[in-house]
């Protein structure tokens, strides 16, 4: 497995880490997403490991925390060979400090979450969403106090709005706090505004992207097809309100030339999508999940091998959308162009 290093920090990261939202699964959400108990999770652990995948994305809102109790089992007896991402932020409960990133909000889902996990420190925090209550002076500077208290080693956010990430890093640079080195962010072959704002962002600043949903939400399986029904099986059923949107054609017309190149390549349509991502610029690691050990190791099989330039080319066409304003001078016009050379450019 191919390691990385996480925007600007030291930490290396493998290319792909493992999703464990399907652990303890429960509710209308993550019960769709799988029910992994705490015995399989350890068989899924075990396959990441002997792949080389070491890095376990979790979040306190997954499951009402059922996610992190779940990994915690999984890993127990060999901490030292995994490195743990999770995310506070998105409500949890009722109360008036059930949810935000607040200094009080922040240092008790620590508390939490090192407790559920069974651990005394985590490797990657992440705030979940932005919190527009909440000055960023406050938020930076008591993910730095937890660095400091070693509760926390690297610090990130997931799911942030160019101007909330660029203001985030400016306060923590202004009174020298620690920086968000990473950027947990929605990425996929049918949904790339991530590449108009935030990309630039991340390569300017040095924040690397953990990629969510790489199959576009489960579109990109190789089971949704023109003028076909999703599968019975498929968690869209259960889970399409949730899901970031995309229009009909633009899905098929990425997901005939992903069957092209399954036809061309021998690969899993799955594999292909995931493959394209490795090659983008500033991403540190795409997370893959998996119901089963099968699921898994396909997911595991779009790593350590490359699309032809031409391949990533005819992906990039039919994935390719018009920008929104204020970006669409940028792509579309030389002028701009010449000032601003698009950063995805020729990168296959």
Known sequence: MEYRRLGASGLSVPALSFGAGTFGGSGPLFGAWGNTDAREARRLVDICLEAGISMFDTADVYSDGASEEVLGQAIRGRRDAVLISTKSGLPTGDGPNDAGTSRARLVRSVETALRRLGTDYIDLFQLHAF??????????????????????RYLGVSNFAGWQLMKSLAAADRDHRRRYVAHQVYYSLIGRDYEWELLPLGLDQGVGAVVWSPLGWGRLT?????????????????????????????????????????????????????????????????????RNEAQLRQNIDAAGWSLTPEQAARLDTASTRTAPYPYFPYQRQEGFARLNPSPVANTA
């Open 131 to 152: 919190d527009a209550a909440t000055p960023v002076e406050e938020v930076v500077a008591t993910l730095d106090d937890l660095v400091r208290d070693g509760k926390i």
């Open 222 to 290: 190789g089971k949704i097809r023109r003028d076909t029904p999703p599968p019975r099986t498929s968690r869209l059923h259960a889970t399409a309100a949730q899901a970031p949107p995309v229009d009909d054609e633009h899905l098929f017309r990425v997901v005939d030339v992903l069957e092209e190149l399954s036809r061309e390549t021998g690969r899993a349509v799955p594999q292909i999508a995931v493959n394209w991502l490795l090659r983008r610029p500033t991403v540190a690691t795409v997370i893959i999940g998996a």
